[in-house]
């Protein structure tokens, strides 16, 4: 596609429900980020894919949050039994040499 | 562990006015430098970035950056702001060195302009 796309784009939730969020990258982009951005902590490094593998995960914040990339594209980040801190914007990229697209992000509020 | 120092949380500018917001890093190696733009309920633009040669890269929308090693800064500017800029920017290095390339970024700059 032409753009990071990032569904859904808000999201409520209520606490202790599990939430999946989706992140469709620019076609041949190989790496994928997740970040999370939130009042007061800024812009926070999830995980990385390189193809469908995630060599790098030291950003997820605990073990409720988890992620996947299959077919080397589409990713889907998964927080299982919310909290009220995970309230945040996530936000996808794909990047080609160092040059990363970011999607428009998905607004998740955990009530 | 590298980090990004944007030492202005809120700027506020006239339109018409020069700008230039401050961005420090910490990192031993050359980095790789960026700049993005933020407007409300939106994802990240990238105004412009530094990977090596010319210390001063221009970027969309006018904006320029220098890159000075001396003082580990990479700050940005324009010579007359619009209205229209007001957002919110965002400095980021990537560690060149380590296998991921993840973006660090700044706290950010919050600009305002008044008419």
């Known amino acids: 596609g032409a753009g990071v796309s990032q569904s859904p784009s808000n999201k409520v939730t209520e606490k202790g429900k599990d939430v999946e969020l989706r992140c469709d990258p620019i076609?041949?982009?190989?790496?994928l980020y997740w970040y999370r951005q939130s009042l007061g902590q800024g812009l926070e490094f999830l995980i990385y894919?390189?193809?469908?593998?995630?060599?790098?995960k030291s950003g997820l914040p605990s073990d409720r949050f988890s992620a996947e990339r299959t077919g080397g594209s589409v990713s889907t980040l998964t927080i299982q039994r919310t909290q009220q801190e995970d309230s945040a914007v996530y936000l996808c990229?794909?990047?080609?040499?160092?040059?990363?697209?970011f999607g428009s992000g998905t607004r998740l509020t955990v009530v | 562990a590298q980090s990004v120092t944007q030492p202005d949380i809120h700027i506020t500018v006239s339109e018409g006015a020069s700008l230039e917001l401050r961005c420090n890093y910490s990192?031993?190696?050359?980095?790789?430098l960026f700049w993005y733009v933020q407007s409300p309920g939106q994802g990240l633009q990238l105004l412009l970035k530094?990977?090596?040669?010319?210390?001063l890269v221009q970027g969309i929308k006018g904006f320029e950056a220098e890159f000075k090693r001396s003082q580990s800064s990479f700050n940005l500017r324009k010579p007359s702001v619009h209205w229209s800029d007001a957002a919110e920017y965002f400095c980021?290095?990537?560690?060149?060195?380590?296998?991921?390339?993840?973006?660090?970024f700044g706290k950010g700059t919050k600009l305002s302009v008044i008419p």
């Open positions: 990229a794909s990047s080609f040499h160092q040059l990363y697209t």
């Open positions: 076609s041949g982009h190989t790496a």
């Open positions: 894919f390189q193809g469908n593998s995630a060599p790098d």
């Open positions: 990192y031993g190696a050359t980095p790789y």
């Open positions: 530094y990977f090596s040669g010319d210390t």
């Open positions: 980021a290095v990537i560690n060149s060195g380590a296998g991921s390339y993840q973006l660090t």
